[in-house]
């Protein structure tokens, strides 16, 4: 099946700092990539979606200046966590869809962010 | 906005007894999908429903989308310690964008 990778895995950083987290699609093109956040023990929140080439499209509550994202091109979305405080602790995670699957939506392995 | 809701939250069986977990959208849906989280990884696809009232089996997952494509269940026989994980649908109203559904984890006892 198709891959995604998303990097880094794990990351610390201080209280505002700012840390960047990458997504890649690495054997097809996602014109189309959404990023998630976890909480422990709870489910996926949809925070944007990313469009390779526009502004991403922000769910209802997620602050854009925030929570920075860049689709620059067909295999790689970013996104930025500014100003980062220990409440941005959390599981960040990407997902690219696959049209020749039906849309099938492919994760990264997921980014754990701690802040402290 | 459109909710996704699972239920049981938990679930906890013995190995061999059978599993099930429901999941209801609060808008119809144009297709369905099933993922599994074991603890510590990401949600990995299991399978994609598109068509009413449709029924698809992976070996001991069966899973079922709805008449209406609101709701849709995944019924596991026999499970085994194996299928420990949380099992989380994803609904798409048409945009491509899919919603979460709550989740329902399940742990199996030995």
């Known amino acids: 099946g198709a891959v995604v990778s998303q990097h880094p895995s794990w990351v610390i950083c201080k209280s505002g700092t700012s840390v960047k987290i990458e997504c890649r699609s690495l054997?097809?093109?996602?014109?189309?990539m959404f990023w998630y956040r976890q909480f422990p023990k709870q489910s996926l929140m949809l925070m944007a979606t990313?469009?390779?080439?526009?502004?991403?499209?922000?769910e209802q509550g997620v602050e854009k200046d925030k929570f920075l994202i860049n689709h620059a091109s067909l295999t790689l979305s970013t996104l930025t966590v500014t100003s980062a405080h220990p409440e941005d602790s959390s599981f960040y995670i990407c997902?690219?869809?696959?049209?020749?699957?039906?849309?099938?939506?492919?994760f990264g392995e997921g980014s754990w962010l701690t802040v402290v | 906005g459109q909710q996704v809701m699972q239920i049981p939250q938990y679930q906890h069986v013995q190995e061999g007894e059978d599993f099930t977990t429901y999941c209801n959208s609060s808008?119809?849906?144009?297709?369905i999908q099933w993922y599994k989280q074991r603890p510590g990884g990401h949600p990995v696809f299991l399978i994609q429903?598109?068509?009413?009232?449709e029924v698809k089996k992976q070996k001991r997952l069966t899973f079922q989308f709805g008449e209406a494509k609101k709701n849709s269940s995944l019924h596991i026989t026999a499970t085994q310690t194996t299928d420990v994980g949380t099992y989380f649908c994803?609904?798409?109203?048409?945009?491509?964008?899919?919603?979460f559904g709550t989740g329902t984890r399940l742990k199996v006892l030995a």
């Open positions: 429903l598109v068509k009413s009232g």
């Open positions: 990313s469009n390779e080439g526009s502004k991403a499209t922000y």
């Open positions: 054997d097809f093109q996602a014109t189309t």
């Open positions: 994803a609904g798409d109203s048409g945009t491509y964008k899919y919603i």
């Open positions: 997902s690219a869809s696959y049209p020749s699957s039906g849309n099938t939506i492919y």
């Open positions: 808008t119809t849906l144009s297709n």
